[in-house]
């Protein structure tokens, strides 16, 4: 049995952004409250979503991507955090924690807990996935680690295992470097959540610029040879001197799923919007975690940044007393940039509402970023979804230069409002030439939808 080192008013088993920012909150509420944070990396408090661009070369020093230093909490903030701890179980009605840390198990105690485990990356069942020069990146340990080996191998090739963002992100970045790319997808194309309208614009940009698309090919193992790889697929086998693999992420709760929490099918912790569990005194946040989506209402597992931090903020402030707070959910708000192309989404496209028996309506639309007549006015390509039945807006997508991404946070904004597509078509956006037509993108699209009596 591990020796019960000490109590804490707060335990944060976890810390990123999750789980530094239930820390953060607490102590600002309550300087008197004890808190103690134990994560299993060597990094706090980073922000993740910079790494492909600490990669790319774009910021020099990976501290940079620190939100706050580790010295700044443990001094300035008072809390207590140790590195290189791996939470193996907790006792709830024990209100105890038993901590790896190295060979050695301590158990600590807890008056209230905020489990923010995060995610890992998904590791697929392929033969030879432990090769050198295969890569994940997940964490800000995975980031230093290519970017180092990188620079010592001089890659002239590498191939990325899967289509999403982060994928895209990285092909970015290493075709900025000079080096050749080649994306492996076994669905039937790269940004699967996004709409066929939206993936054409995708596709094309990542075509412009060198990246070579391989879809459609189920990955069947990495071999390795006189130092090279080989990715060796359905349509072929392609030759690298790295692999990175991008195909997901899991929530980090094995060491919980034998306990009383309530669990989602993907093994993530079930929450409400205060960020409490069902067990009285425990709170989940971040990637570890489900969260309300404001259009079905559902619990779900969509693991973002930006959630992560209102999560946690959530759970801290709730820790402290401040029973008010609440976060309401999300509409699923993404950018990613790929090149010079800026992609965004909120809400649910044609496909998503089917999946989720919402019946829907969707239109696209090509408008103009600026008045026409300015030099620099670029097109946006958009589509924008409706429930059909009630005509709320419920999801839309936006591609595009010269600021198209940020269009779609208008639409974000009217689906937590629960606008109808009506409204939205005459909403009071605002213009002048060089930043916008006299009707938005947002407003030409929903115009589209309006149906006018004769």
């Known amino acids: 049995m591990a020796q019960r080192e000490k109590d804490y008013d707060l335990l944060v088993i976890g810390g990123d952004a999750a789980g530094m920012s239930a820390a953060s909150q607490a102590r600002r509420i309550d300087p008197a409250m004890t808190i103690g944070v134990f994560d299993k990396g060597e990094h706090i408090s980073y922000a993740a979503c910079g790494m492909p661009y600490y990669i790319a070369g774009q910021i020099a020093d990976s501290n940079e991507l620190i939100a706050v230093d580790r010295d700044e909490f443990v001094a300035k903030r008072n809390v207590d955090i140790t590195n290189g701890a791996e939470a193996v179980r907790v006792d709830f009605d024990a209100r105890e924690v038993v901590i790896r840390v190295g060979s050695e198990e301590r158990a600590y105690g807890f008056r ?20 050198p020069d295969v890569f994940f990146l997940r964490n800000l340990s995975d980031g230093i680690a290519i970017k180092t080996r990188l620079a010592e191998k001089r890659p002239k090739r590498i191939v990325t295992i899967g289509g999403g963002f982060i994928g895209l992100e990285l092909a970015e970045a290493f075709r900025g470097l000079g080096i050749e790319t080649v994306i492996v997808e076994r669905m039937e194309s790269v940004a699967m959540s996004m709409s066929p309208f939206i993936r054409e614009r995708i596709i094309t940009t990542l075509q412009k610029n060198g990246v070579t698309l391989v879809t459609g090919a189920e990955i069947n193992a990495i071999v390795e040879a006189g130092g090279a790889l080989g990715v060796v697929t359905g349509a072929g086998t392609f030759d690298a001197d790295m ?71 959530v759970a801290g402030l709730q820790v402290a007393g401040v029973a008010s707070e609440v976060f ?34 969707s239109v696209t639309a090509t408008w103009r970023s600026r008045a026409g007549y300015c030099p620099k006015a670029q097109k946006i390509f958009m589509t924008l979804t409706i429930n059909a039945d009630t005509r709320h807006v419920i999801g839309a997508e936006l591609a595009g230069t010269d600021g198209a991404a940020l269009r779609t946070n208008v639409v974000a904004a009217a689906i937590a409002a629960r606008m109808t597509i009506d409204e939205l078509a005459y909403l009071d956006l605002g213009y002048a030439p060089p930043f916008s037509p006299v009707w938005d993108p947002v407003n030409a699209a929903a115009q589209k939808f309006v149906k006018r009596g004769m």
């Not at 209230?112 to 090769?131: Q, S």
């Not at 999300?330 to 028996?357: M, P």
């Open 112 to 131: 209230k807990l905020v489990i923010a485990t995060g995610a890992r990356a998904f590791r697929p069942p392929l033969r030879g996935i432990d090769a």
């Open 243 to 313: 692999v990175v693999i991008s195909t997901g992420v899991v929530p980090n709760t094995e060491f919980l799923i034998a306990s009383p929490l309530a669990f989602d099918s993907r093994k993530a912790i079930v929450v409400n919007g205060k960020s409490e569990t069902n067990l009285p005194g425990v709170y989940a946040a971040g990637d570890c975690a489900t969260v309300p989506h404001l259009v079905t209402g559902k619990d779900v597992y969509m693991p973002l940044g930006s959630t992560a931090n209102k999560q946690g903020r």
């Open 328 to 361: 309401p959910g999300i509409v699923g708000s993404q950018f990613v940039k790929i090149f010079d192309l800026e992609v965004g989404k909120t809400g649910f496209n044609a496909a998503d509402a089917e999946r989720e028996g919402v019946p829907a309506e």
